[in-house]
């Protein structure tokens, strides 16, 4: 029996199939007394650490917590559920009590590289712990925070320190005094080798110091990421389904590569590092509860333990009913229903046009709706560009001109980005790094970078796109559009920062199959994390 702290944020959804799995049995915490009732205790933390302070703060979790832990009772913190065990946060403003388990404090990240700190990354092990028993020495976990805790052994006292990790410097990814561990990354998320750290916590008697092997773990991988585009065909199927430039359609119908959840269950199998899924039906007339995704979500989750993007519909609607969402609502029940990220194209082309306009916050736009609460490493901003090209920058002074190595139709050897909405069929007066900084000032913490000109057409990705875009921000990147190779993938690492690179038809069509690409990386020793 697990006990299971929901404090009512984010993908737990993800942690309690996990346990199930393994045969475990979730017991969830309604009151106080549950806490202390527990023989062990999971506590998945996700998003923001202010927030979770007030919440449990606000439900009087803190003092059994507090009583819990002092008895060294087995205790699994994930995430912000670990950060909690600490004296305080930079990202807390509130003044509200936190655990003050351990010391020290929990610090943003202060590095030239991108924060978030979104993938998988590997460990180092500084003690011993049954925890790590029977995980391989090269095990890859997935990360995805800005924030990372700094612990205060000037007393003396053991180290509570039990992994670090690299990422431009090292620090603390996991910690452990007796029965109590925390991690910064998400078992629940970090496939075979994330699943086999729940297993020992639910099975191992005692969880205090026993001999587990020396694990020494490498930098941060590029990641792979699977995307399936999901419509009702003209049949009203829910399908996956491909097109060129957009256009899903062959021959008048609606392609049908397969179904959702047995795709995104393969690409799990073959070593995706993530799925995404981007919803291209609008399914506006749905209440919420029923909305197609959300089942898949739900169905997907069970047997996928990688990170879950979804994306389309993330904004305020009003059902068939007359009954009225916010984005928040929207992104909320995703989150519950499976999702660890989701993703905002069009509205967030609306939402920076206006952010431009004054340079003003209003608080009100999904973006920062969602980012509050959940984190901005759970908002993710999908950009649909395409080219224009200029003879030279003074031809569109107001947008960001970049020289291009592939001239125009008329010879022009200059373009910029323009950004599109409803699917790349309306144009908008804006470029993409715009689009990407006004987003990351509001509270994003992921580009996903689209471009309709290599959409479909296997001729590779834009470099000259993705690096423009990458320089202008200090978040992360996704390139998509345009693979057609294992060398594509190689050339966009080499070539480019971009932190992932995201296909779909070549993926769906076994054209270039996802364990093709990581072994040619990893012949060209660019960092890729293993089969599951």
């Known amino acids: 029996m697990i006990t299971l702290l929901d404090y009512g944020a984010g993908n737990v959804r993800s942690v309690v199939n996990a346990i199930e799995k393994l045969g475990g049995t979730i017991k969830p915490v309604t009151k106080p007394s549950d806490i202390l009732d527990a023989d062990k205790l999971l506590f998945p933390g996700v998003g923001n650490y202010e927030s979770m302070i007030r919440i449990l703060n606000e439900k009087k979790y803190i003092h059994p917590l507090r009583e819990y832990l002092e008895a060294d009772q087995p205790f699994f913190g994930i995430c912000l559920g670990m950060q909690a065990l600490f004296e305080g946060s930079e990202e807390d403003f509130s003044g509200n009590e936190s655990l003050c388990i351990f010391k020290g404090m929990v610090k943003r990240f202060k590095t030239k590289l991108a924060v978030p700190h979104i993938g998988w990354n590997g460990v180092n092990l500084k003690k011993d712990s049954p925890v790590f028993k029977n995980v391989k020495a090269d095990a890859k976990f997935y990360f995805v925070h800005s924030y990372h805790i700094v612990p205060d052994d000037s007393s003396g006292d053991e180290s509570v320190v039990l992994t670090t990790t690299n990422y431009d410097y090292e620090f603390v990814s996991s910690v452990q005094k007796g029965n109590i561990i925390g991690t910064q990354f998400h078992p629940e998320k ?39 585009d999901v419509r009702t065909n003209d049949q009203g199927d829910l399908v996956v389904t491909k097109g060129d430039q957009y256009d899903v359609r062959e021959k008048g119908d609606v392609r049908n590569l397969g179904k959702p959840v047995e795709l995104a269950r393969r690409y799990y199998e073959e070593g995706a590092d993530e799925i995404t899924f981007l919803n291209i039906t609008g399914f506006r007339d749905f209440p919420l509860k029923d909305m197609p995704m959300i089942d898949v979500l739900e169905k997907t989750s069970k047997n996928v333990f990688v990170p879950l993007t979804i994306g389309g519909g993330i904004r305020d609607y009003t059902d068939s009913n007359g009954k009225t969402y916010t984005a928040l609502d929207v992104a909320s029940q995703y989150f519950r229903s499976g ?6 194209g069009s509205d967030a082309v609306y939402i920076a046009e206006e952010y431009l306009k004054t340079g003003k916050k209003s608080g009100k736009s999904s973006i920062e709706q969602i980012s509050k609460v959940y984190g901005n490493q759970a908002v993710v901003i999908s950009v649909d560009p395409q080219r224009v090209y200029v003879n030279s920058p003074e031809d569109a002074k107001k947008h960001h001109v970049i020289k291009t190595q592939f001239p125009g139709p008329d010879n022009e050897n200059h373009c910029w980005y323009q950004c599109t909405v409803q699917g790349g069929r309306v144009t908008r007066d804006l470029d993409a790094l715009a689009l990407a900084k006004a987003c990351q000032d509001l509270g994003a ?14 001729s590779g990705f834009d470099l000259e796109l993705i690096n423009a875009v990458r320089s202008a921000v200090s978040i992360p990147v996704i390139a998509s559009s345009g693979a057609g190779c294992e060398d594509h993938f190689a050339q966009v690492f080499e070539k480019t920062s971009a932190e992932a690179a995201l296909a779909a038809g070549i993926f769906h069509r076994k054209q270039v199959p996802i364990q093709s690409v990581k072994d040619y990386l990893a012949d060209r020793n660019i960092e890729v994390r293993g089969m599951i």
């Open 190 to 228: 970090s496939g075979t080798a994330g699943i086999k750290l729940l297993e020992n916590f639910i099975y191992q008697k005692d969880l205090r110091a026993q001999k587990a092997i020396d694990i020494k773990g490498k930098g941060l991988s590029k990641r792979i990421i699977a995307c399936l």
């Open 339 to 344: 999702a660890d990220k989701i993703s905002i």
């Open 445 to 458: 913490g992921e580009i996903l970078l689209n471009c309709i000109d290599k959409d479909g057409t296997k």
